[in-house]
């Protein structure tokens, strides 16, 4: 009978269902994950986040549930109200108790595991009994969010979606609207302490006071447009908004609104499927800006389909009409209202960010998302790149007509700005591991559904400049399934934004091909650049040397002058024309 054993070869048979690895409590104890549950009117949200440098100002998302259920809803029957039913508090505590098993698996610290409740949980008939037996189930607190702290925390969380902000915020929830006053600029908030108003028209909350103004007939429907649209008025006054951000002038570019929570990211999903670019190519809501006129812009084709549009619910299409309302009473009450943006962040956001350092609050979300891939070299690679983006202009070497010209009509602020370049080096070889037919592609989907598509705080403006830079680092040639992608970004952008986007992205190129390690042992590339016009013609002079390059460097130099021509390098019309002059190898 032949032997049925293994000969030894080195190999240790594992149990992989009992044997598990657990980390020790000093490796747990120095995580910085946070793990909240946002127990909201319109649902409740699970998460865990990571805080750790170098990306904590984006507050990475590692895990993310829902539980659908509004505990708003639920304490209405037949137009009275009742307490959260047994059945609803059993679902809610076997819930809980799946995600601290998954905080466990995790291996977030307890004391690092945190309950957060809003309106619902508050105004609860048995709110007091729904809570204690959330503590008896599963051994965590409930953290009631005082209703005066609710619109601060909500307006941090707004705060949080954007590198700086000066509007008004609203926080959209089921029972309630919190309305707030902020001025923030990297990170620091200014005027002292965030003012908030909290008034009772929440999203659920709305369609049932409509319900009820409906069956009483016309005067009371129009009864209750009026009460909502003087208590939006009355509540934005006691904010104390600055008159000179406030007025609407010819000198004034007149107030900006933020919106978050359910209800207003789902009108802002239907404002983005009825968008003058169509397909709209950057599919997150955090970020979405539009004007007065397009957001009140109602495509009732739209409206009549809205089962059928991108991330808006079934509960929200529900809600649509109070939302609706909700919206138009809000511009009526608001006509100073000229801008309006919308957001991701909320409470569980603004509990996150709270618990940042100043420090870290001031990032550009910008450089923290990309970070981690920053080159040995950043800012060796920086400093090269900085130099071949004209600043202003000068008159050395160049016969440029007149002195009155203006390089700031021709340079957008973007292209010089350090958050924008920073990025653009941290991410300038990322994508070398990809195979090179991929390349441009893949790093023009990066900012919306691939390295960084759920990186927190990132305004649309930012994903779709740095997506054009990065696809033309690579060279550009993408196929056709992906170029309506690339001119739906130029469009959002804007030629000139676009075409400097493209000259930057060329730029990097060449910097990526001298230092494809991201490593500055020894100097391969000099430039400098200086701008200025002959005649009608606006031009950018770039002055290179280059060491070893060969080739490589010559198609460089064919790419660089490519972007300045009217044929090939033009967007909608829009070109510098782009001199390069080759001075003699560095030695």
């Known amino acids: 009978m032949a032997?049925?054993?293994?000969?030894?070869?080195?190999?240790?048979?594992?149990?992989?269902?009992?044997?598990?690895?657990?980390?020790?409590?000093?490796?747990?104890?120095?995580?910085?994950?946070?793990?909240?549950v946002d127990m909201g009117s319109n649902g409740i949200r699970f998460s865990i986040s990571d805080i750790s440098p170098p990306t904590a100002r984006v507050m990475p998302t590692i895990y993310q549930d829902r539980l659908g259920i509004s505990l708003y809803d639920v304490q209405y029957k037949d137009g009275e109200k009742v307490p959260i039913p047994k059945e609803i508090i059993d679902k809610v505590c076997a819930a809980l108790i799946r995600f601290k098993n998954i905080c466990e698996d995790?291996?977030?610290?307890?004391?690092?595991?945190?309950?957060?409740?809003?309106?619902?949980?508050?105004?609860?008939?048995?709110?007091?009994?729904?809570?204690?037996?959330?503590k008896s189930r599963t051994g965590l607190e409930v953290e009631m969010l005082p209703k005066e702290k609710e619109g601060e925390i909500g307006a941090l969380g707004v705060a949080s979606s954007f590198s700086s902000l000066k509007g008004?915020?609203?926080?959209?929830?089921?029972?309630?609207?919190?309305?707030?006053?902020?001025?923030?600029?990297?990170?620091?908030?200014?005027?002292?302490t965030i003012q908030s108003v909290s008034l009772p028209y929440g999203a659920a909350a709305v369609k049932r006071q409509i319900d009820e103004a409906q069956a009483s007939g016309p005067s009371a429907f129009q009864d209750l447009r009026g009460r909502i649209k003087e208590d939006f008025r009355q509540g934005l006054a006691s904010l104390a908004i600055p008159s000179h951000v406030s007025n609407v002038s010819e000198h004034s570019s007149g107030l900006k609104l933020y919106l978050s929570g359910g209800g207003f990211r789902g009108w802002g999903y239907m404002v983005m499927a009825s968008h003058e670019i169509d397909p709209y190519p950057i599919p997150t809501i955090n970020?979405?800006?539009?004007?007065?006129?397009?957001?009140?812009?109602?495509?009732?084709?739209?409206?009549q389909d809205s089962d059928n549009v991108f991330q808006v619910s079934s509960r929200r299409v529900s809600q649509l009409p109070a939302i609706t309302f909700l919206v138009k009473t809000l511009m009526d009450a608001i006509p100073e209202v000229s801008s309006v943006y919308f957001?991701?962040?909320?409470?569980?956001?603004?509990?996150?960010?709270?618990?940042?350092?100043?420090?870290?609050r001031s990032e550009h979300p910008l450089v923290a998302a990309t970070r981690p891939f920053a080159p040995a070299s950043t800012e060796a690679l920086l400093a090269l790149l900085t130099r071949g983006i004209p600043s202003r202009v000068t008159n050395d070497n160049l016969?440029?007509?007149?002195?009155?010209?203006?390089?700031?009509?021709?340079?957008?602020?973007?292209?010089?700005?350090?958050?924008?370049?920073?990025?653009?080096?941290?991410?300038?070889n990322y994508h070398a591991s990809h195979p090179k037919d991929i390349r441009p592609a893949a790093a023009l989907r990066s900012t919306t559904t691939g390295l960084l598509g759920g990186a927190h705080g990132l305004a649309h403006m930012d994903r779709a400049l740095l997506a054009l830079a990065l696809c033309e680092?690579?060279?550009?040639?993408?196929?056709?399934?992906?170029?309506?992608?690339?001119?739906?970004?130029?469009?959002?952008v804007g030629p000139q934004r676009a075409w400097w986007a493209k000259y930057c992205g060329i730029l990097a190129q060449g910097i990526g091909d001298a230092y494809p390690a991201g490593v500055v042992r020894t100097e391969r590339l000099r430039l400098s650049s200086?701008?200025?016009?002959?005649?009608?013609?606006?031009?950018v002079q770039v002055k290179t040397q280059m060491i070893g390059l060969d080739e490589l460097g010559a198609g460089w130099v064919k790419d660089l002058q490519k972007v300045g021509k009217k044929k090939k390098g033009a967007v909608e019309g829009y070109r510098v024309k782009v001199r390069v002059v080759v001075d003699d190898p560095v030695v």
């Not at 240790?12 to 980390?23: A, S």
């Not at 490796?27 to 909240?36: E, G, M, P, V």
């Not at 690092?112 to 959330?134: D, P």
């Not at 915020?169 to 309630?176: A, E, K, N, R, T």
Request: charged residues 25%.
């Open 3 to 36: 032997s049925t054993s293994r000969p030894d070869d080195g190999l240790k048979e594992v149990d992989t269902l009992n044997q598990h690895e657990t980390p020790q409590k000093d490796d747990i104890s120095k995580r910085n994950l946070i793990a909240l």
């Open 106 to 134: 995790f291996s977030v610290p307890d004391k690092n595991i945190r309950i957060i409740a809003t309106e619902a949980t508050r105004a609860a008939i048995n709110s007091v009994e729904y809570r204690g037996t959330i």
């Open 168 to 192: 008004v915020v609203m926080d959209l929830g089921g029972g309630s609207i919190q309305l707030s006053w902020l001025d923030q600029e990297n990170g620091e908030t200014h005027g002292g």
């Open 287 to 303: 970020g979405f800006e539009v004007s007065r006129t397009q957001f009140l812009r109602n495509n009732q084709e739209k409206l």
């Open 343 to 360: 957001a991701q962040g909320g409470v569980r956001e603004g509990i996150l960010f709270s618990q940042l350092p100043p420090e870290v």
């Open 399 to 428: 016969a440029l007509g007149s002195e009155s010209f203006d390089s700031q009509n021709h340079i957008p602020s973007f292209s010089t700005s350090q958050y924008f370049l920073y990025a653009l080096i941290h991410l300038i």
């Open 473 to 492: 680092r690579w060279g550009g040639e993408i196929s056709p399934s992906d170029e309506e992608f690339h001119q739906s970004l130029q469009r959002l």
């Open 530 to 539: 200086i701008m200025g016009h002959d005649g009608d013609d606006v031009f």
